[in-house]
């Protein structure tokens, strides 16, 4: 996933998860915490430092140490100490520590729902895990978010709805997109074994998406 993307969707999130239920600590405000959900999701792409030591170099460590789980804790403590003194001490560290957990971790599942692979075990393991899902530059996955935002920014009573049930579109289209990644793995499949191609390795993956005449290319 392009990286404005990721950094959109972790605005949605933190819409979506915003409460005013009050703290010993006061409350972020909106706009910071969406922020902060901006910066934090566009965080795991900072790994693009890579492209200056050789396309070699940025190919084997793209998706690598900043999109790992197992590190997540710890760019998301990194990242709270980095706001708390963007912030000027106004906010402590703790309070920024869930969404920038959230934000990393969505940037996660978005980099996971695509082609390329993803090492969610780094520095343990290089393994790439990919659902191929959805193309790396997705118009209608970024719409969605897009318009979910721009629906949600005048309403202060049902933003919070609006941004919730932006995340339900999302997945439903992720979930549509998952069917149709299944029946093109079906129909290779049965293609390979009309052929007689026992030993065929099957896989799909998805390309960009466009209406054309009324139907899906």
Not at 165 to 171: M, N, R, S
Request: with cysteine; aromatic share 16%.
């Amino acid at each position: 996933m392009d990286t404005l993307t990721h950094a959109l969707s972790g605005m949605l999130l933190a819409r979506a998860s915003y409460c005013q239920k009050p703290d010993k600590n006061g409350v972020i405000s909106l706009r910071t915490r969406m922020t902060v959900g901006f910066l934090a999701s566009a965080f795991p792409d900072s790994d693009f430092i890579f492209w200056f030591f050789g396309d070699l170099t940025y190919l084997n460590h793209h998706r690598g140490m900043t999109h790992s789980v197992l590190l997540l804790p710890i760019w998301a403590w990194m990242l709270s100490m980095a706001f708390a003194a963007l912030w000027r001490g106004r906010y402590h560290w703790r309070q920024f520590y869930l969404m920038s957990a959230m934000g990393v971790g969505i940037h996660i599942l978005g980099d996971i729902i695509t082609a390329y692979g993803t090492m969610i075990f780094a520095p343990f393991s290089n393994m790439k895990f990919a659902f191929p899902t959805t193309f790396i530059l997705d118009p209608w996955f970024s719409g969605i978010i897009l318009i979910s935002l721009l629906l949600a920014w005048p309403s202060k009573v049902h933003a919070r709805r609006i941004s919730v049930a932006g995340f339900v579109v999302l997945l439903s289209y992720i979930g549509f997109q998952a069917s149709q990644h299944q029946r093109a793995v079906h129909l290779a499949s049965n293609y390979a074994q009309k052929n007689g191609w026992d030993n065929a390795e099957i896989h799909a993956l998805p390309q960009f998406c466009y209406l054309h005449t009324g139907n899906w290319w």
